[in-house]
């Protein structure tokens, strides 16, 4: 059973460590790393499970190297940004601020976007400490720019999301992800992190049901 897993925009593959601790040995999980610390690592080929948090979800429906017989999407989403005809996502102008200020700022713009994902306080996620402004510039830009709807694939996927997340409004879930979607409450938008217990539940109902 070979499970991949991505990050999302800020963090790193550390993220997952508790989930994976929980899957057991098992489960072998390769870990993808999107480089915002300086170091990537992409792999490539065929897994029974993909599993992605917050842009990781984005990035692994823009893949062509990676593919899966089921997706587990964790704080996830198809588009991030606000358009047209989906007016629920985040409004550009957001993410245009941080691509001002990422360059004179990278650790104060990380500090202020982890203070959102986790408002409360509840996790002990070291930030990362020599940021890769290229790749978080990046990342920012695919935030605003992609547009994956058309490679979801619903009867396949598998969605966790709180009802309190501030990045990944509960508008923006609904409105992305119709059903199959499973929901946690005042948890925010780090479920990897403030409920492993949860991950780990519907990546194991996905793996029930390969």
């Known amino acids: 059973m070979r499970v991949v897993f991505v990050h999302g925009w800020g963090y790193g593959p550390d993220i997952w ?3 994976i601790r929980l899957l057991g040995p098992d489960i072998s ?6 480089g915002f610390s300086g170091t990537e690592r992409i792999p490539a080929g065929h897994y029974d499970i993909a599993v992605g948090h917050s842009m990781g979800c984005q990035w692994l ?3 062509t190297d990676i593919i899966w017989e089921k997706s587990v999407l964790i704080n996830g989403f198809s588009r991030f940004s606000a358009c047209d005809d989906f007016p629920e ?3 550009p102008r957001v993410i ?3 691509l001002r200020k990422l360059p004179k700022a990278p650790v104060d713009v990380l500090r202020s976007f982890h203070q959102l994902c986790d408002p409360g306080g509840r996790t ?3 930030a990362i400490e020599t940021p890769d402004l290229s790749k978080l510039i990046w990342g920012l830009n695919f935030l605003r720019e ?4 058309l490679n979801f694939t619903e009867e396949s996927s598998y969605i966790l999301a709180d009802k309190d997340d501030q990045v990944v409004t509960e508008a923006m879930t609904v409105k ?3 059903s199959n979607s499973q929901w946690t409450e005042g948890k925010g938008h780090l479920l990897p992190l403030t409920d492993p217990v949860a991950c780990h539940s519907v990546i194991k109902r996905a793996i029930t049901d390969l």
């Not at 992609?146 to 709807?149: A, I, V």
């Open 29 to 34: 999980c390769d870990l993808v790393d999107l």
């Open 89 to 91: 996502g985040m409004h």
């Open 96 to 98: 245009d601020r941080m």
């Open 176 to 178: 992305l992800f119709k």
């Open 124 to 126: 002990d996620y070291h």
């Open 61 to 63: 429906l823009s893949q």
């Open 146 to 149: 992609q547009d994956q709807r």
């Open 17 to 19: 460590q508790s989930v």
